[in-house]
T-cell receptor, first 116, second 112 residues
Framework: DSGVTQTPKHLITATGQRVTLRCSPR?????VYWYQQSLDQGLQFLIQ???????AKGNILERFSAQQFPDLHSELNLSSLELGDSALYFC???????????????FGPGTRLTVL | GEDVEQSLFLSVREGDSSVINCTYT??????LYWYKQEPGAGLQLLTY?????DMKQDQRLTVLLNKKDKHLSLRIADTQTGDSAIYFC????????????FGQGTELSVKP
């Protein structure tokens, strides 16, 4: 158990809908990262937050947004869902050095999103 | 480019050693990681190495780094059926913050 929790474990929804995925980092970790794992794209970095502020952005679609709250949990919002958004979404957290390049990231169990 | 490359499949017999290979492209200072993903599970950090090191050993795991060829390998000694999983190589780059850049993953199958 990495100490990173994600809810829900599974989510099934229809095209055009909006969903929210939630992540709680390990105790004491200030950085949260979101990744998408799909069969065609593999594991792709989406976005990183550090202590409530956006720190880095990857291949995140404009239909997707995220935030990190004062209690350090994070939410990833996916809207106007398409079939191609079906994937496993992982959250990871790391320690307090600003999400620097040497921080070790610990992953949650993921949320499996199925868009029908 | 951004590519981190891995072979897709490896099959070994129980008790043999497994060697999973990875190549990366960036020559700047970097951390390189190995993660394990079992079916239906998240990514478990196995080990990592900084690019100024050549080797790191941790129980049954040995990581070798060839900086000249930008080649990383993970050796699992005395492979067990419980080692069957997908193994991901990943790197972070000095000028790109903390984001992990992953390879495609190598599916290790251990036969009894």
């Amino acid at each position: 158990d990495s100490g990173v929790t994600q809810t829900p474990k599974h989510l099934i929804t229809a095209t055009g809908q909006r969903v929210t995925l939630r992540c709680s980092p390990r105790s004491g970790d200030l950085s949260v990262y979101w990744y998408q794992q799909s069969l065609d794209q593999g594991l792709q970095f989406l976005i990183q937050y550090y202590n409530g502020e956006e720190r880095a952005k990857g291949n995140i679609l404009e239909r997707f947004s995220a935030q990190q709250f004062p209690d350090l949990h994070s939410e990833l919002n996916l809207s106007s869902l398409e079939l191609g958004d079906s994937a496993l979404y992982f959250c990871a957290s790391s320690g307090g050095s600003g999400g620097a390049w040497g921080d070790t990231q610990y992953f949650g169990p993921g949320t499996r999103l199925t868009v029908l | 480019g951004e590519d981190v490359e891995q072979s897709l499949f490896l099959s070994v017999r129980e008790g043999d050693s497994s060697v999973i290979n990875c190549t990366y492209t960036d020559s700047s200072s970097t951390y390189l990681y190995w993660y394990k993903q079992e079916p239906g599970a998240g990514l478990q950090l196995l080990t990592y190495i900084f690019s100024n090191m050549d080797m790191k050993q941790d129980q049954r795991l040995t990581v070798l780094l060839n900086k000249k060829d930008k080649h990383l390998s993970l050796r699992i000694a005395d492979t067990q059926t419980g080692d069957s999983a997908i193994y991901f190589c990943a790197e972070t780059r000095y000028n790109q913050g903390g984001k992990l850049i992953f390879g495609q993953g190598t599916e290790l199958s251990v036969k009894p």
